[in-house]
């Protein structure tokens, strides 16, 4: 009974970091992201258009985070997200992919 319980308190803890990840992302998507990936603004791809996105995964993570950390056409260095990190970038592109 102790192993059943102790499992399903490190499941919620588990859960709750990933829900606390998916809010942080979220929210630096708001901040830095959504003005352009919603309206498509600039030749953006917008948020969750997958026909739009399947070019520029095929290139690959690293490829993406180049462009991502470096500008790209009109999305400027870091896509307005300065304190992001690189794999706060791969969950973002993860996340606007989907």
């Known amino acids: 009974m102790q192993k059943i319980l102790l499992a399903a308190v490190i499941a919620g803890l588990f859960a709750g970091v990933s829900t606390a990840q998916a809010a942080g992302i979220?929210?630096?998507y708001n901040k830095a992201c959504?003005?352009?990936h919603n309206s498509g603004a600039a030749g953006a791809p917008k948020k969750g258009d997958k026909?739009?996105?399947a070019p520029r995964l095929k290139k690959g993570d690293?490829?993406?985070l180049n462009s991502v950390k470096n500008g790209f056409k009109a999305m400027p260095p870091k896509g307005l997200c300065?304190?992001?990190t690189d794999a706060d970038f791969k969950a973002l592109i993860k996340?606007?992919?989907n």
């Open 51 to 53: 026909a739009a996105w």
């Open 95 to 97: 996340f606007m992919s």
């Open 26 to 28: 979220q929210d630096k």
């Open 62 to 64: 690293a490829a993406l």
């Open 82 to 84: 300065t304190d992001c």
């Open 34 to 36: 959504a003005a352009c």
